[in-house]
C-alpha cells in the first residue's frame, strides 16, 4: 500500500519519503488478486496526506492506509 502511494506521489511531484503510515485491516484476502489504489487527500509543498485502498478481486474493501509524506525539494 505504501508503494501505490509511493508510485502516486512520484508521477505527480518526484520521489518523496514517507513520514509516518497507518494501516487498518478490514477483511482477509484468501485468495485472487488484490488491487491498490493511492490518493491524495491533501497535497502540500512539503508534506503531502495519502490514502491507499486495498482491494480483492470482487472489488471488496480488505484495507486502509493513510500516510504522511515528505514532497521533494
Same mark, same amino acid.
Not at 505504501?2 to 485491516?25: F, P
Given at each position: &500500500?505504501?508503494? /501505490? &502511494?509511493?508510485? %502516486? @506521489?512520484? !508521477?505527480?511531484? $518526484? &520521489?518523496?519519503?514517507?513520514? *509516518?503510515?497507518?494501516?487498518?485491516? @478490514?477483511? +482477509?484476502?484468501?485468495? $485472487?488478486?488484490v488491487?491498490? *489504489?493511492?490518493? =491524495?487527500?491533501?497535497? $502540500?509543498?512539503? %508534506?503531502? =496526506?495519502?490514502? /491507499? @485502498? %486495498?482491494?480483492?478481486?470482487?472489488? !471488496? %474493501?480488505?484495507?486502509?492506509?493513510?500516510?504522511?509524506w515528505? &514532497? +521533494?525539494?
Amino acid at each position: &500500500m505504501d508503494i /501505490s &502511494m509511493g508510485h %502516486l @506521489l512520484y !508521477k505527480s511531484a $518526484g &520521489m518523496g519519503a514517507t513520514i *509516518e503510515m497507518k494501516t487498518q485491516y @478490514l477483511r +482477509p484476502v484468501r485468495q $485472487g488478486r488484490v488491487t491498490c *489504489e493511492g490518493r =491524495f487527500i491533501k497535497k $502540500g509543498r512539503t %508534506l503531502s =496526506f495519502m490514502e /491507499s @485502498l %486495498l482491494l480483492d478481486d470482487a472489488g !471488496k %474493501l480488505a484495507a486502509i492506509a493513510t500516510a504522511t509524506w515528505k &514532497m +521533494p525539494n
